[in-house]
């Protein structure tokens, strides 16, 4: 079986496209949460995943549009995206968003938007937060979002030292025993310096996983959210990767 892995999608319709596009025929895909917040296009995106066979968990900005987390937590562009994709979304988009469970389990492998351990809201960016989160799934594999940034934390078994790794792109990695936490990084607004779009194919009967980039028009994206009034330094950190 092969899914496709898309996180942090944040209403960029280009971006997304782009993955599709890139990523070819798949048999399901999974979303990691965050589909709308930041970016232009709110309700196509919802639309377009559930055109999909799919599994998807909410991120803390799909929880902000639905008034479940308190906006004060945000930045203010974040915040000021966010009531702008409030007023955008459709009833039924709306709907759709409530619908999803906070964690899924498939198989040997579980999603959390942020953390096994708070799916909402911590961030995964190191070995020692990740370490603390090792109990907190029982899959080999769990994959996360969030911190818009591609790594993979492995450990021997839930007990054992925690060690961060690159991904390499394009590079098929088989995770046939150990513990691990997967980010694929961000389809509409990756921080890891690197403006491409970031995405992730999954095989969970090998256990593979491959992680890959692709262009999109950034431009176009941004001539949206200019014609949206979307905030200046939201529009402008596309192109840098930030
Ligand atoms: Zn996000």
Known sequence: ??????????????ALTAVLDDA????VLWCLGDIVGYGPDPNACIDLIRSFEHTAIPGNHDWGVLGKLDLADFNSDARQANLWTRQQLTPDARQYLESLPETQVLSDITLAHGSP?????EYLLYASTAALNMSHFSTRVC???HTHVPVLFSAEDEN???EAYALEE?????LSSGRHILNPGSVGQPRDGDPRASYMLVDPESMSFELRRVEYPIARTQARMRESALPN????RLELGW
């Open 143 to 145: 994959l996360v979002g």
């Open 24 to 27: 070819g025929s798949f048999d």
């Open 160 to 162: 054992a030292h925690v």
């Open 117 to 121: 351990r708070y799916p909402i809201w």
């Open 233 to 236: 330094r939201l529009i402008t």
């Open 1 to 14: 079986m092969r899914a496709l892995v898309v996180s942090d999608i944040h209403s960029n319709l280009e």
């Open 170 to 174: 394009r590079h098929v990695l088989t």
